[in-house]
Each structure stands twice: as C-alpha cells, then as structure tokens.
T-cell receptor, first 116, second 113 residues
C-alpha cells in the first residue's frame, strides 16, 4: 500500500515571495505518477502539476515547479512569485502505473495562505 | 468540454432517508472515481470503475453504500439508509487511463441531520 505524508499542516507567506510545500511518499512500485492538487475555498480540486517517476527532469508549470527526489521519495512543490489567488489547500497525491491500481492516494494537505 | 458534472451541489436529508449522488464524467474518459472528503479523514477513495466495471470498492464504508456505472457517461453513488456520520463532501473524478491527471467535479456537500 502507498502512503503520502505532508508534514506542514499550515503555511503562510507574503505576496510575491517563494514558498515550498513538502511531500514524502512510500511505495514499493517502481513506476508511478505524482501530483499536486489545489483546493481553493470554492472546494474545486484543481490539478497543479504532474510528474512521472521515470522522468528525471522536474516538471514545471509557469510559477509552479517540483523538486522530485526519487531515491528519497520526496516530491516538493515550489510556488514562485506567490499571488493572492494561490491561497488554498494543497494536496500531494500518488498513483501507481499499473492497471487496477490507478487510484489516487492523497496526503492530508497543507493550508497555504498568501498575505497581502 | 463541460468537465465532470456532479449533482446535486448540496443535499440536506434526514437520517434514514435514501440519498443518490450523480456524476457525468468527461466524454472519452474510461476511469471514474468516487472520493469522500471529511476534516477527520481527508480524501478517501470509495470506489473506482474502469470501462464501467468496478475495479476496487474496498473503500466503500459498509453495505449502506452502493455505486453503479450503467454506461460510460453516468454513475451514481447511493446511501441507504443515510446516517449523520455520512455528512461529507463527495467528489467524482474521471481520467483517461488513470495517470494523465484526474479531473474532479465540483463535489456534492451532503448533510444528514
């Protein structure tokens, strides 16, 4: 079974600063996918970024980037030039790369507040 | 594309009543997932379907919960009888072959009084 751990229940940063959210996971799978989802107060779950475990290059989506350390089973999210609209819950999630096991396993989330 | 569509957005019901939540996945997606979100337990997978067939229902809490996917464009999650501890936000999500990213619906907030 896979587990995902987010050790920072809450974080806050000033607008325009950079913030890093931590995530570690445990799995015996060799091929898998990792995701970060954002859940603003509207409760909609929004995919922020996705990383394939077989790719060494870290994924980047505009202001969002990840630091994927496969050996350490670490998958942190960096938000650059943070904006007020980044205020939300952020969930790290894992999915195995095999049929019958594609379900997403979520961490407990980090509540991020961007301070004006 | 309209995305994953869930209905109703809010549901308030009395204990003991039957509740049916509905989901329309994105056209072309072949996997559908039902999740429950609570403060205490976070996001839990209840059941997921691949090509309309239930693959893993180990997260369904008990026999009061049932889910169906009669065709590729519709799924239901039914709770009968409902209990106050079923109060939560229920999400439906769909994907194509699972791992390219899951698209979530806007959720149904269920309150059982």
């Amino acid at each position: 079974a896979q587990t995902v751990t987010q050790s920072q229940p809450e974080m806050s940063v000033q607008e325009a600063e950079t913030v890093t959210l931590s995530c570690t996971y445990d799995t015996s799978e060799n091929n898998y996918y990792l995701f970060w989802y954002k859940q603003p107060p509207s409760r909609q779950m929004i995919l922020v970024i996705r990383q394939e475990a077989y790719k060494q290059q870290n994924a980047t989506e505009n202001r969002f980037s990840v630091n994927f350390q496969k050996a350490a089973k670490s998958f942190s999210l960096k938000i650059s030039d943070s904006q007020l609209g980044d205020t939300a819950m952020y969930f790290c999630a894992f999915s195995a790369y095999n049929f019958g096991n594609e379900k997403l396993t979520f961490g407990t989330g980090t509540r991020l507040t961007i301070i004006p | 594309d309209a995305g994953v569509i869930q209905s109703p957005r809010h549901e308030v019901t009395e204990m003991g009543q039957e509740v049916t939540l509905r989901c329309k996945p994105i056209s072309g997606h072949n996997s559908l997932f039902w999740y429950r979100q609570t403060m205490m337990r976070g996001l839990e997978l209840l059941i997921y379907f691949n090509n309309n067939v239930p693959i893993d229902d180990s997260g369904m809490p008990e026999d009061r919960f049932s889910a169906k996917m009669p065709n590729a464009s519709f799924s239901t999650l039914k709770i009968q009888p409902s209990e106050p501890r079923d109060s939560a936000v229920y999400f439906c999500a769909s994907s194509f072959d699972g791992n390219y990213g899951y698209t979530f619906g806007s959720g149904t907030r269920l309150t059982v009084v």
